[in-house]
């Protein structure tokens, strides 16, 4: 038997030209990237987000603070990887992710792959287990006007009852 949770996240980030455009664990050709005290990654982000959510522990903003020096620049990939490791040390296993990419541009849906592959790895589960989506806001909001792009993520954890037991 097990206890299941299911936590959200979301993650907005303005795009600016000439920055590099970091979504998903990987660089996808752009003329203007996410503007972030890190490497800007909405969509990890938001999933760190939904993972600490499940486990009710706060947010990423809470353990990575974009006041600390030591996070500038940092690839989110590290971010991620932390979250999994303190979910796995509070007796939790990650079951599914399933994520939404808001964007008008670039079109990403062939770059979705390679996502899902390098999120699976980072976390060390299945790429089965990791779901991608992308939309445009059909030319609506600051998405639509290219501004900024913005990703949500659910994620299901579980823990056996009998690590609860113990």
Same mark, same amino acid.
């Given at each position: ?5 299911i936590?959200?996240?979301?993650? #907005?980030?303005r ?10 664990g990987?660089?996808? =050709? @752009?003329s203007?990237?996410?503007?972030g @005290?890190?490497?800007?990654? #909405?969509?990890l @982000?938001?999933?760190c987000?939904?993972?600490?959510g499940?486990?009710n ?5 809470f353990?990575?603070?974009?006041k600390?020096?030591?996070?500038k620049?940092?690839d989110s990939? +590290? /971010?991620l990887?932390?979250?999994a490791k303190? /979910? ?5 296993? +990650?079951?599914? +992710? ?7 541009? =670039?079109?990403?849906?062939?770059? +979705? =792959? ?12 299945? #790429? ?22 913005t990703?949500?993520? #659910? ?12």
């Amino acid at each position: 038997m097990q206890k299941i949770r299911i936590g959200y996240g979301m993650d #907005v980030h303005r795009l600016q030209d000439g920055l590099p455009f970091i979504i998903g664990g990987i660089e996808v =050709p @752009h003329s203007s990237g996410a503007v972030g @005290h890190s490497d800007a990654d #909405v969509l990890l @982000h938001a999933i760190c987000d939904a993972l600490l959510g499940a486990a009710n522990m706060r947010d990423i903003g809470f353990h990575f603070s974009d006041k600390d020096p030591q996070y500038k620049g940092i690839d989110s990939k +590290i /971010l991620l990887k932390q979250v999994a490791k303190m /979910l796995r040390e509070s007796g939790f296993e +990650i079951g599914n +992710i399933d994520a939404t990419i808001a964007l008008q541009e =670039p079109k990403i849906s062939s770059y +979705i =792959p390679s996502m899902q592959q390098t999120i699976a790895d980072t976390l060390q589960i299945s #790429v089965e287990d990791i779901s991608v989506k992308a939309t445009t806001t059909e030319k609506l909001g600051f998405e639509g006007r290219k501004e900024g792009v913005t990703a949500y993520a #659910v994620a299901l954890i579980y823990k056996s009852l009998a690590t609860i037991e113990k």
